[in-house]
């Protein structure tokens, strides 16, 4: 039988096949028997209160200077990843083989591998003169997002790894671990000029509710809460901690969401 730790390396690399080809209105995956799972965020996308907001914002703007906006903030946002993917798996790697070195390590009681909160945070400052450079119009999300990581990541367990469910989804999670000692935690990053509206940030705790159901149904590990840490230009980025309660609620709405989309799609296969 395989431990959490087992499963959980298991979904370093996705267990399905992702198309981006057939279905004209977004990605699509299959697993090895046929069965099609659609993307988490095209779920929201599709089932969000602020689609009206985002529809009147294009038309304010105009296609063609949407569609810059759009391209600007996704590479933003890419790189800010980019640079929190590197020093993490950096500080991962690192952390594990001075921690087993030491004879350091130990399993927390959601069995799970850790390394000492100590030598985690040693390990991410040795990872961060290396991280890689962006662009002058990230950069100030970079400095946020590492900023934060360097503060208050204290274990790292798993960074992008992906998920699927039966209820017909699959994505792609940031990063799940310890931040100020608790966890696991699953923690999503994003990045953002202006501060989410309250509908958006609902769809962004969805979402870790969405991965949150995958990771449990793959693996058996039941997160303890999740945090949304949203980088900013300037200053400290914008923080929403979900407690266990609060993302047992996401879950639910997540499931709900996805029975709207599934039942939106069949009325409109059937017209």
């Known amino acids: 039988?395989?431990?959490?730790?087992?499963r959980l390396?298991?979904?370093k690399r996705s267990q399905l096949e992702r198309d981006d080809e057939t279905d004209p209105n977004g990605r699509i995956y299959r697993d090895a028997s046929g069965e099609i799972y659609h993307s988490v965020t095209r779920i929201l996308k599709e089932t969000s209160d602020s689609k009206a907001a985002l529809e009147a914002w294009v038309a304010r703007l105009g296609e063609e200077r949407a569609a810059v906006e759009r391209d600007t903030a996704a590479e933003r946002g890419t790189r800010t990843h980019n640079a929190a993917e590197y020093v993490l798996r950096?500080?991962?790697k690192l952390g594990e083989q001075t921690a087993k070195k030491k004879g350091s390590l130990y399993i927390s009681d959601a069995g799970?591998?850790?390394?000492p909160a100590p030598l985690t945070k040693w390990a991410i400052k040795q990872a961060l003169p290396s991280a890689p450079k962006v662009g002058f119009s990230a950069n100030g999300y970079r400095r946020s997002l590492l900023g934060w990581i360097s503060e208050n990541i204290t274990c790292i367990h798993a960074i992008e790894f992906s998920i699927h469910h039966p209820a017909g989804f699959a994505g792609t999670a940031d990063f799940l671990g310890h931040a100020k000692g608790k966890g696991p935690l699953i923690i999503d990053w994003k990045t953002s000029f202006n501060r989410r509206s309250e509908a958006l940030l609902t769809d962004y705790t969805d979402q870790l509710?969405?991965?949150?159901?995958?990771?449990?149904?793959?693996t058996g590990i039941k997160p303890r809460g999740a945090v949304i840490v949203v980088a900013r230009r300037a200053g400290p980025p914008d923080i929403r901690d979900l407690s266990e309660l609060e993302l047992r609620g996401a879950e639910s709405r997540?499931?709900?969401?996805?029975?709207q989309y599934f039942d939106k799609l069949a009325s409109g296969l059937s017209t």
Not at 1 to 6: D, H
Not at 254 to 259: A, G, M, S, T, V
């Open 1 to 6: 039988m395989l431990t959490p730790n087992e």
């Open 9 to 11: 390396a298991a979904l």
């Open 90 to 92: 950096t500080a991962k």
């Open 112 to 115: 799970l591998e850790c390394v």
């Open 209 to 218: 509710g969405a991965y949150s159901l995958g990771l449990k149904h793959l």
């Open 254 to 259: 997540y499931l709900e969401r996805c029975e």
